[in-house]
């Protein structure tokens, strides 16, 4: 684990570890302020012993595989990572910022890093504390609120569990620890949560996650077993029965409609759960406003009421403690009460037993002059109250000899074992088969058993002989001279006795074009270009005449008593008809002479007399009452003609493209590519290469798994210590757990089954 991989971030301490790797708290300083966050290192593989694993599981087929199988889960953890990063920020899932990777010293595997928000504690911290059923209501709704979240953005969960639903600083319980993708051909604690599609490799729905939250609000109601689990039966056969169709068990004990919420969750078929996870919380949330759940007791079975010291009498019927409480001031309600409770019980668990079978043992005579005769007078006699205060001892002694007699009847006639299908009745192997009451199992020694509490169990850790127990952990240290060697201290590799190492960079690149193209932006490129065809249009009501438009209009004529008019291209001035005057170089005009050469002259038409820029000649006179103030007049009306250039438009063929009046098309190729490197570097590729060789520094070494300290090799072996769990007398080890639970006899039933 590395100290430091981001600026300014410092380990604090170790809050955590799971199966793949350890989560540690770091902290930072910015602008006099303190922020926390959680890091999560992940080493794959965590052990040597992982990669057997896999082999033996036949995940991977050969030790070739490993880094391909290691680098799958690599990418599919990085992309589940980046895509948490970009979505927007929820108070329902945890927040992730950043990811680091690097391969691992041993070549195997690689080293995993993940920045991350800091969280107190997950649910799989506290579900062996108190916990209420309106918080366990509560954990359902933040998770599904969650599930909404991540659905929005694109995201599917499909890991949940205890440990991966956390408590926020907030107060939030939020989703996190993606965490490294499961491969679900074989098992493991996540396939405990399942739901029945995703354990049979199917499609999953939306309702997959609403099935696995429903088993983890389940667990937390049911002192954190999940169903089917107790004494004889398993995580995995209870997960095996819940894929074959058996209803999850209600807990009739808790609030019966946060239990319908549940059930309905982890329907085996799809079409019968919340098809969305929106549906399960506002369920929940409902429920949760009702109030219904204020008043529900404590769910962990630790909040009893300690009212001083009890004798615990089980009653075979419902299974349930009858805690007599022993109170000096009020001696003789205590005593009836333990009276009756001991009569109940010798008679259920002693007589009635043995009254059905006397006479099956020995001979009836026998066993009534010798014990049930005696015995009688004796449960006759202890029915008087005084006689019971006066003779308690004496009364304790009989029970436990009575129990002793019967438990040798039983070693005697029942220690005989029988094969498969068959009991034995009074030493004799015949057909038959046994049976439990409702609520027991039936156990591989044919005794029925209920569990009636389960607590964690007392650990202590041993370390093997020679090794030092510190906290968890067995050290040993092993010491021997270091050799003598050349060494680099890091600066390059040794060949020899010198240290040689390499720097590269990215070479230069010359781009190069063939003859008639020109380089431009890493491209070669030519131009080719043609004059554009060209045609003329006019505005609408124009007529196209050459390359000018002409549009003649009318009006009708003035009244007056005589006019003058002029033709439409000229101008009327008094009784004159003006027109501008005509520029040219080097040529004649019409009733002028030119000087010089080069000398722009003006020039009027014939019939027209020049009057300084302006050529005139007299206007045509009308008499009479009609008139054109413009234009002439003809056949009655006012003519005139307005001429403007016409409009022109240009065309290129296919290919090409109009610029101006031009065609213009351009044609781009790939340039050569060469690399060139500065003087000293050698090329390779597309890097130049410059290596560096310095004398090596003739000092020590160590074999592998050794560090060196001076001139001693240390090797600090480091494992975990081995755990041993032990139980106080009253209970019996289970795994990590003390279980304290029922044991009767099972139903026996001869002959065949119908």
């Known amino acids: 684990m590395r100290k430091e991989l981001w600026d300014n971030w410092h380990i604090i301490e170790k809050i955590g570890e799971g199966p793949n790797g350890e989560v540690y708290k770091a902290s930072k300083m910015l602008n006099n302020q303190t922020f926390f966050c959680a890091i999560k290192y992940l080493s794959l593989p965590k052990k040597d012993e992982d990669v057997d694993t896999l082999l033996k599981k036949g995940i991977i087929k050969n030790k070739n595989e490993i880094n391909n199988y290691y680098l799958k889960i690599l990418q599919v953890l990085k992309n589940n990572i980046l895509s948490l990063k970009n979505i927007p920020g929820n108070n329902y899932v945890l927040k992730y910022y950043d990811f680091y990777q690097e391969p691992k010293a041993s070549g195997i595997g690689y080293d995993v890093y993940i ?49 991966n639903i956390f408590i926020g600083g907030d107060g939030h319980y939020k989703l996190g620890d993606f ?33 696995s939250l429903g088993l983890i609000m389940y667990q937390l109601l049911n002192k954190n077993r999940l169903p089917f689990v107790n004494l004889f039966v398993k995580n995995k056969a209870a997960v095996e029965a819940r894929m074959e169709g058996l209803e999850i068990p209600n807990l009739k004990r808790r609030n019966q409609e946060l239990m319908q919420i549940i059930i309905k969750a982890c329907s085996k078929d799809a079409a019968n759960r919340y098809k969305e996870t929106y549906l399960m919380r506002d369920a929940l949330q409902k429920l949760l406003d009702s109030g219904s759940l204020n008043n529900e007791n404590d769910l962990s079975g630790n909040n009893q009421q300690n009212l001083g010291k009890t004798i615990s009498i089980y009653d075979n019927q419902n299974i349930v403690p009858l805690n007599l409480p022993i109170n000096k001031n009020s001696a003789t309600q205590t005593k009836q009460q333990e009276l009756k409770g001991i009569k109940g019980f010798i008679h259920r668990k002693i007589v009635e037993p043995f009254e059905e079978k006397k006479n099956s043992i020995f001979g009836g005579d026998f066993i009534n002059e010798k014990i049930v005769d005696p015995f009688n007078n004796f449960k006759e006699k202890i029915t008087d109250k005084q006689f019971y205060i006066d003779n308690r001892k004496t009364i304790i002694l009989v029970i436990v000899a009575i129990i002793i007699v019967v438990f040798l009847k039983g070693c005697v006639f029942s220690n005989k074992k029988c094969k ?30 209920k569990t009636l509490k389960s607590i964690e169990a007392n650990v202590k850790y041993k370390c093997d002989e020679g090794y030092t127990l510190q906290d968890k952990t067995c050290l040993k240290s092993d010491t021997k001279d270091a050799k003598q060697a050349y060494q680099c201290a890091g600066l390059g590799t040794l060949k020899g006795d010198k240290c040689v190492q390499e720097q590269s960079t990215k070479a230069a690149t010359n781009y190069t074009c063939p003859q008639g193209y020109i380089l431009y932006e890493n491209k070669c490129s030519t131009v080719s270009n043609q004059t554009a065809s060209s045609s003329y249009y006019c505005p609408s009501g124009y007529n196209l005449s050459g390359n000018r438009c002409s ?59 020049q009057s300084g820029s302006q050529c005139y000649r007299n206007a045509s006179y009308t ?12 056949n009655g009306s006012c003519e005139y003609t307005t001429t403007i250039p016409a409009s022109v438009k240009y065309s290129c063929p296919s290919g090409y493209q109009v610029y101006g009046n031009q065609c213009i098309k351009t044609s781009s190729i790939k ?29 020590f070494e160590c074999d592998k798994g050794y560090a060196l300290a001076g001139t001693t090799c240390v090797l600090n072996d480091k494992k975990d210590a081995k755990e041993e769990y032990s ?12 279980e304290k639970y029922k044991i009767q006899s099972p139903k026996k039933h001869y002959g065949t089954k119908k």
């Open 115 to 163: 920045r991350m928000e800091l969280a107190s504690e997950s649910v799989g911290d506290i579900n062996r504390k108190k916990i209420t059923a309106k918080e366990v209501a509560q954990i359902g709704i933040d998770v599904c609120n969650g599930f909404d979240h991540l659905k929005r953005c694109g995201i599917v969960y499909k890991n949940i569990k205890p440990t």
């Open 179 to 211: 965490g490294i993708p499961h491969n679900l051909n074989y098992y493991d604690d996540m396939n405990n949560y399942v739901s029945p599609e995703a354990y049979n490799n199917k499609n999953l729905v939306s309702s997959s996650d609403t099935y």
């Open 420 to 449: 498969s299908g068959y009991i034995n009745k009074l030493g004799v192997c015949v057909k038959g088969w046994y049976t439990c009451e409702k609520g027991y199992t039936l156990n591989s020694d044919n005794k029925c058993s």
């Open 551 to 609: 549009k003649t209009e009318r009006t009708s004529p003035s009244s007056g008593a005589g006019n003058y008019s002029c033709n439409s291209d000229e101008t009327l001035s008094g009784d004159k008809c003006y027109v501008n005057c005509i520029s040219s170089n080097y040529g004649y005009g019409y009733g002028y002479d030119w000087w010089g050469s080069g000398t722009k002259s003006c020039y009027c038409p014939v019939g027209y007399q």
């Open 623 to 634: 008499s009479g009452n009609s008139y054109c103030p413009k234009g002439s007049l003809v």
């Open 671 to 699: 340039p050569s590519q060469q690399y060139y490197c500065a003087g000293g570097m050698e090329l390779r590729g597309d890097q130049c290469v410059a290596t560096i060789t310095a004398d090596a520094i003739n000092g």
């Open 727 to 738: 139980c106080s007398k009253i209970y019996t080890l289970n795994g990590d757990r003390c």
